[in-house]
T-cell receptor, first 115, second 113 residues
Framework: DVKVTQSSRYLVKRTGEKVFLECVQD?????MFWYRQDPGLGLRLIYFSYDVKMKEKGDIPEGYSVSREKKERFSLILESASTNQTSMYLC??????????????FGSGTRLTVV | KNEVEQSPQNLTAQEGEFITINCSYS?????LHWLQQHPGGGIVSLFM???GKKKHGRLIATINIQEKHSSLHITASHPRDSAVYICAVYRAQTQGGSEKLVFGKGTKLTVNP
C-alpha cells in the first residue's frame, strides 16, 4: 500500500514563526498536494506539484509556499504564521500512468494551532 | 454555487439502519471519489468510480453520469461507521499537469448503538 507520512500530527506555533510541514510518500507518485481543512469549508487546495521542482498554486496559496526538491517529499512552508492559518493540513499524493488515474492517497493530517 | 454539493450535511442513525448520502456535481468529470474521514483527521479512500456501481462489504457506491449524481449507501450501519464522508470529483485540467480533486463539504454521520 502507498503510504503518505506527515511529520507531525499536532503542532503549536507562535504568530510570526516560520513553519515547515513535511510530507513524504513511498510509492514514486508524481503528483503531490497540500490541502487545508476548516469546518464548514471542506478541503481547499493550497499548492500542488506534478514533478520535482514543479509547483502550481491551488485555490488559496496566499501566505504559503512549497518546496519539492525530491520526488518523494513535498514541504509546505508558512513564511510568517498567523492565527488565521490555524487549521488541519492534509497532504496527498497520486499517480497517473498511461492515461490511467490511480487515485489519491492521503496522509493522516497535521493539526496546526497558531497562537 | 459549489461545484460539488453533498446532502445531508449531518445524519444521525440507529445501528442497523440503511444509510444514503448523496452527491451532486455541476462540472464535467472523469471520475468521482468517496472518502471517509474519522475523528483525528486521516482520510481513507473508499471508492473511485466513473460509471455504474461498486460494492465493498456493507458499502455501495453508485454514479449516474448523465444526471451528475452519486450516492453512497451503507447497509446494516454500525457505530464504527460514524465518520465524515466526503465526495470529490476529478476535474481534468486544460493545460497539462494532473487532474485535481474538487471536494464536497462532507456529511457527518453518527450511528448510535
Amino acid at each position: 500500500d502507498v503510504k503518505v507520512t506527515q511529520s507531525s500530527r499536532y503542532l503549536v506555533k507562535r504568530t510570526g514563526e516560520k513553519v515547515f510541514l513535511e510530507c513524504v510518500q513511498d510509492m514514486d507518485h508524481e503528483n503531490m498536494f497540500w490541502y487545508r481543512q476548516d469546518p464548514g469549508l471542506g478541503l481547499r487546495l493550497i499548492y500542488f506539484s506534478y514533478d520535482v521542482k514543479m509547483k502550481e498554486k491551488g485555490d488559496i496559496p496566499e501566505g504559503y509556499s512549497v518546496s519539492r526538491e525530491k520526488k518523494e517529499r513535498f514541504s509546505l512552508i508558512l513564511e510568517s504564521a498567523s492565527t488565521n492559518q490555524t487549521s488541519m493540513y492534509l497532504c496527498a499524493s497520486s499517480l497517473m500512468y498511461g492515461g490511467i488515474f490511480y487515485g489519491y492517497t492521503f496522509g493522516s493530517g497535521t493539526r496546526l494551532t497558531v497562537v | 454555487k459549489n461545484e460539488v454539493e453533498q446532502s445531508p450535511q449531518n445524519l444521525t442513525a440507529q445501528e442497523g439502519e440503511f444509510i444514503t448520502i448523496n452527491c451532486s456535481y455541476s462540472v464535467g468529470i472523469s471520475a468521482l471519489h468517496w472518502l471517509q474521514q474519522h475523528p483525528g483527521g486521516g482520510i481513507v479512500s473508499l471508492f473511485m468510480l466513473s460509471s455504474g456501481k461498486k460494492k465493498h462489504g456493507r458499502l455501495i457506491a453508485t454514479i449516474n453520469i448523465q444526471e451528475k449524481h452519486s450516492s453512497l449507501h451503507i447497509t446494516a450501519s454500525h457505530p464504527r461507521d460514524s465518520a465524515v464522508y466526503i465526495c470529490a470529483v476529478y476535474r481534468a485540467q486544460t493545460q497539462g499537469g494532473s487532474e485535481k480533486l474538487v471536494f464536497g463539504k462532507g456529511t457527518k454521520l453518527t450511528v448510535n448503538p
